[in-house]
């Protein structure tokens, strides 16, 4: 009996000893972490992409999109736009769109709603929920208005640039 009581103890030891010496991560809070998911429209026979960005500071992000890309042309409560953007390996005169809004899902269907003045804002952000929640909108377009981001790779380059804010 007293070799199965150690041979037990020394058991448990060992698994203690081994699981300390695991690298476990770090507990990570995923309300703390941006989360960028792409929207794929097709018309003409292409792809277009725009982005979705939630589980973010709305107001953190958007001072590290003007950081970044310096004062926008357009700064109103629900949109901010930036013209005549650069961006390697995406394109010259590009207009960057940041829009803030609600999104909403309903039986049959969804809908994103971009604030348009302060009483409707407050409004909305009073009434979110598990199917109505904030979310930013991203998207690209050239000097056309025509959305750059058509293909794998662009895509590929917009999620880079986004991540790099480090939202």
Do not use: H
């Not at 300390?20 to 003409?44: G, M, R, T």
């Amino acid at each position: 009996m007293k070799k199965v009581v150690m041979l037990i103890m020394a058991v448990c030891l060992v698994s203690f000893a081994w699981a300390q010496k695991k690298n476990v991560p770090k507990k990570i809070v995923l309300s703390q972490l941006a989360k960028i998911v792409v929207n794929k429209q097709f018309d003409y026979g292409e792809t277009f992409r725009t982005f979705s960005i939630t589980q973010v500071n709305v107001e953190n992000a958007k001072a590290k999109f003007i950081k970044q890309l310096g004062k926008p042309s357009t700064n109103t409560l629900g949109t901010l736009q930036w013209k005549n953007i650069n961006l390697p390996e995406i394109g010259e005169n590009l207009t960057l769109t940041l829009q803030d809004g609600v999104f909403e899902t309903v039986p049959g269907g969804a809908s994103y709603t971009v604030f348009e003045d302060k009483k409707t804002k407050v409004r909305a952000l009073q009434s979110l929920s598990s199917t109505k929640f904030r979310m930013l909108s991203f998207k690209i377009t050239n000097a056309e208005n025509i959305n750059v981001i058509r293909n794998n790779k662009l895509e590929a380059e917009a999620m880079n640039f986004l991540e790099n804010l480090k939202l």
